[in-house]
């Protein structure tokens, strides 16, 4: 079976964030794209060199549609904190620009595990999205990548149960379940080496995602790697921390009644305990196998990245506020 070439215009949603700059640097690393970030006159990010910016107006549609108009991918990537309804709009605006391809804003999610979506506090939203993309004619691409690993664990007790400032842990059951978790660099080569494939023929080629999850990692890991981890990175022994224990499902419940408190910390408590049940909900290396071979991914260092969190906790890192990237 013959094959196309690869898609070359590619449209960013958030470059100037977290996620949205690793996809665009890696992007532009292969070559192969131009790459465009849609961005609103207000924002204040700094674009990776070589972006193209188009600004647009989230409440005029049109604006939107004439940016997109010409992109074969577009990469959405916003804030926890953005309303969901412009998820919606831009994806309708996608559609209405015939944008064949589209990336959600649905990272880590198992959207092929129906049991971990059962009771995900997260996956109803994150499946809505899917639904927005394929009712306007789009096929979408979800990057399977589980939760980002210096973000989790600069971020503090709510995710991955560390405070490292404190030097205090809360251990989810005994601390041994492990994970899938990627970097987001890990997650930027992922998406430039799947855009840089045949976008269909034989295989592999980007069609073979097409409608389907993208199942990549950094590394696979539990608490206690963490913490081994942390101690390599710090010099300290677990003589230094304060272990706590706290069974998943309790953690779990705990977290799902907070949420209805309006404390949003209930969230990532809820969501990051239940992905460390002990049934290997987490581990979709083991279930659903990983496009990391095919792809040409090696897998990351876990010290390295271990470093970049503590760093990020010792310059004052916040989600919310920009500053200088790691």
């Known amino acids: ?11 960013i949603v958030g470059a100037s964030g977290r996620i949205g700059g690793a996809f665009a640097e890696e992007l532009l690393k292969t070559g192969k794209h131009t790459v465009t970030a849609i961005t609103r006159p207000e924002s204040q990010g ?7 910016a188009v600004q647009v107006n ?8 004439s940016a997109l108009k010409g992109q074969e991918f577009l990469i959405i990537t916003l804030s926890v904190t953005a309303p969901a309804e412009v998820h919606t709009k831009l994806v309708k605006a996608a559609g209405k620009a015939g944008v064949p391809y589209i990336m959600p804003n649905v990272y880590g999610l198992d959207i092929e595990n129906k049991a971990l979506c059962g009771s995900h506090p997260y996956a109803a939203q994150a499946l809505q999205k899917l639904a927005e993309v394929e009712s306007v004619g789009a096929s979408y691409v979800v990057l399977v990548c589980g939760y980002w690993y210096e ?8 995710w991955f149960g560390f405070e490292i400032k404190k030097r205090t842990v809360t251990f989810f059951d005994d601390g041994k379940t492990r994970i899938n978790g990627s970097t987001w660099p890990q997650c930027g080569r992922a998406l430039a080496a799947l855009l840089s494939l045949p976008e269909s023929g034989s295989s592999p080629s980007l069609s073979d995602w097409k409608n389907k999850p993208l199942y990549i990692d950094s590394f696979k890991f539990s608490q206690r ?11 300290t022994t677990d003589k230094d921390w304060e272990i706590t224990y706290q069974p998943t499902d309790e953690r779990f419940k705990e977290g799902l009644e907070e949420l209805k408190q309006g404390e949003r910390r209930g969230l990532a408590k809820a969501m990051y305990a239940r992905v460390f049940f002990p049934n290997g909900d987490g581990d979709y290396e083991s279930n659903r196998g990983l496009a990391n071979d095919v792809l040409g991914l090696k897998k990351d260092d876990l010290d390295e990245s271990t470093k970049r969190a503590v760093e990020m906790v010792e310059a004052g890192w916040s989600p919310f506020i920009p500053q200088v990237k790691f």
């Open 1 to 11: 079976m013959s094959q196309t070439k690869h898609l070359e215009r590619v449209a």
């Open 46 to 52: 700094t674009l990776p060199e070589g972006v193209k």
């Open 58 to 65: 989230y409440d005029d549609e049109e604006s939107i549609v």
């Open 151 to 158: 973000w989790s664990l600069a971020l503090g007790e709510p």
């Open 225 to 235: 790697d963490i913490l081994d981890s942390l101690h390599r990175v710090l010099g």
